[in-house]
């Protein structure tokens, strides 16, 4: 009995004592955590916002080539260089666009949706078209036409661009899209008198009620857009766009604005 006491207090001795707070003493092999620096949010400064918006006002100066109207109609050349000159056909637009584009360093994807009016710098004159297949030239059997001082179109719209940034300050811009335009005002138009007379030399027009004859336009007409631009970004503050394309007519133009 007195020899197994003794082996059991030898037994003890030897075993190691529990420490208790030893599980709670930092582990050196782990770094240490420290707090951010004086004046530091400790968040990174890359922009989180995966997507930027812009207000832009536009413009737009709109033509079509005389040498693509002459396929169609005559002009001063025919006739022996005696026919009466076609006006030429400009027009100008002005309007706001709102856009939402990437935000990331090698650009991205950019829509827009846009509100312009749509006006006319054409002058009155002498359309006639020419003659189908083998009928001879007739000279005489053309339309005056003379726009209304308010003769226009109120447009409507959303163009999809695909951004290339080439640098942080400027990026190339390809894209298209579609609206809607109404029309405002009209296009008067009168031909030829029963005797003949051509629509240019007619002297019985004045107050005439029975000849006044509006252009059939439609109230409303689709638009294709078709877009290609220079794009100069100011830190993501503003930005200017110098464009070209088709508006429904062909066009060059600018848009500038801030981005928030």
Excluded: C
């Excluded at 400790?42 to 413009?59: A, F, H, K």
């Amino acid at each position: 009995m007195i020899a197994l006491l003794l082996a059991q207090t030898a037994f003890a001795a030897e075993a190691p004592v529990f420490d208790p707070v030893s599980h709670l003493q930092q582990d050196d092999t782990q770094p240490v955590p420290t707090a951010p620096a004086a004046g530091s949010s400790g968040v990174s400064d890359t922009p989180q916002r995966p997507y930027l918006m812009e207000v832009n006002l536009r413009g737009k100066y709109m033509s079509i080539p005389d040498s693509l109207i002459d396929i169609w109609m005559f002009n001063g050349s025919d006739d022996n260089g005696d026919h009466l000159e076609r006006p030429t056909v400009r027009a100008y637009s002005a309007g706001m666009e709102f856009a939402i584009r990437s935000n990331g360093e090698g650009g991205g994807a950019m829509g827009a949706f846009y509100f312009d009016y749509f006006g006319h710098l054409m002058q009155d004159g002498y359309w006639d078209d020419r003659e189908d297949g083998d009928t001879s030239a007739i000279y005489n059997d053309g339309y005056w036409l003379a726009p209304s001082s308010n003769f226009g179109f109120a447009t409507v719209g959303a163009n999809y661009y695909y951004d290339l940034r080439l640098a942080p300050w400027f990026s190339f811009m390809v894209g298209g899209g579609l609206g809607v335009a109404v029309a405002i005002g009209e296009i008067q138009r009168w031909g030829p008198a029963e005797d003949g007379t051509p629509a240019w030399n007619r002297s019985d027009l004045e107050g005439t009620e029975a000849d006044k004859d509006p252009l059939p336009i439609p109230g409303a007409l689709p638009i294709i857009d078709l877009n290609a631009a220079l794009k100069f970004h100011f830190n993501d503050k503003a930005s200017l766009r110098i464009e070209g394309g088709l508006h429904p007519l062909f066009y060059g133009g600018a848009a500038v604005g801030i981005v928030f």
